[in-house]
């Protein structure tokens, strides 16, 4: 059993910079740097899922809800986008029709902006990666509506910005704790 003083490490850290740099590599991808192939994937299925799963499993066990719910939920978006490139290059099944995708990204992106409103709360930049993830998800979505290519290089610089903020905020978490003080500012708490 734990004492009510022992310190528990804040596990969000982790499962932001697992989302981030996930995101951010999937992203550059979109945007046409290179094509999606077996590293975004096994970085989809390890630090993308798995490690978010985890996090999320340790936010229950730190009473926190949203955490969960949001780490938990990214962590198996991972495997799920993982597997829907997977299951047809295995011949387990086919790849999904453009509408399929463009539904399976629509209900991302309303999980994600309802999500969002959990945000309130909580810090700016917290605000700023799920705001900002909301806009990518309706963007992919847009992409596979309409089979516009430009929307895909667009939805991948925004992803990389969406990335890179949640890198950042999981580095604030990491750097600002281990230093007793802010040395990156993730702007106030609204109330």
């Given at each position: ?68 719910v ?19 290059n ?23 902006f ?29 992409h ?5 290519a ?23 978490e ?18």
């Amino acid at each position: 059993m734990r004492k009510l003083s022992e310190k528990l490490a804040n596990p969000a850290a982790l499962g932001l910079l697992a989302f981030g740099m996930t995101t951010v590599l999937l992203n550059i991808s979109n945007a046409g740097f290179y094509k999606l192939d077996s590293m975004i994937l096994a970085m989809g299925l390890a630090y993308g899922g798995l490690a978010q799963i985890i996090v999320g499993a340790m936010e229950f066990k730190n009473g926190n809800t949203f955490g969960l719910v949001a780490f938990s939920s990214y962590g198996f978006f991972w495997w799920s986008f993982a597997a829907l490139i997977l299951l047809p290059n295995l011949g387990l099944s086919t790849f999904p029709e453009s509408q399929a995708m463009a539904a399976y990204l629509f209900m991302w992106g309303v999980f994600t902006f309802m999500m969002f409103f959990g945000t309130l709360k909580a810090n700016r930049a917290l605000q700023f990666v799920f705001g900002s993830l909301a806009i990518l998800f309706f963007l992919l979505t847009a992409h596979w509506q309409t089979g516009n290519a430009d929307l895909l290089t667009i939805a991948g610089y925004e992803g990389i910005i969406c990335g890179m903020s949640a890198v950042y905020l999981g580095l604030a978490e990491v750097l600002n704790e281990a230093n007793g003080r802010t040395v990156l500012p993730i702007g106030p708490v609204t109330k």
